[in-house]
């Protein structure tokens, strides 16, 4: 059974950061592009983030350009997300997704429980 555990989600004030993990189990991820959407309250889930199987390749949400940063280590089966300079309008719950990687945005095949993120101001 395929599961995808996120993690480092949190409070936290606006300017700050925070860094998302998520750790895929059951199944060997390296091949696949991994990435990260969120949904807001009353909001439809959009894309943040993707990173292609090596990790040479990343695709960022024009939203969160220059402030999230995602990465992937192979060897551990994880994909993070790490947020800089952090909006109160980032506020949502941040999901971990596997899947494929279409023109700036990704197809998602699977994805995880979620981790909410709340950025006070």
């Known amino acids: 059974q395929v599961q995808l555990v996120e993690s480092g989600g949190g409070l936290v004030q606006a300017g700050g950061s925070l860094r998302l993990s998520c750790t895929a189990s059951g199944r060997t991820f390296s091949s696949y592009p991994m990435g990260w959407f969120r949904q807001a309250p009353g909001k439809e889930r959009e894309f943040v983030a993707a990173?292609?199987?090596?990790?040479?390749?990343?695709r960022v949400a024009e939203s969160v350009k220059g402030r999230f940063t995602i990465s992937r280590d192979n060897a551990a089966n994880t994909v993070y997300l790490q947020m800089n300079s952090l909006k109160p309008e980032d506020t949502a719950v941040y999901y971990c997704s596997v899947g494929v990687l279409l023109g700036t945005s990704m197809r998602s095949d699977y994805w995880g429980q979620g981790t909410q993120v709340t950025v006070s101001s």
């Open positions: 990173i292609n199987w090596s990790g040479g390749s990343t």
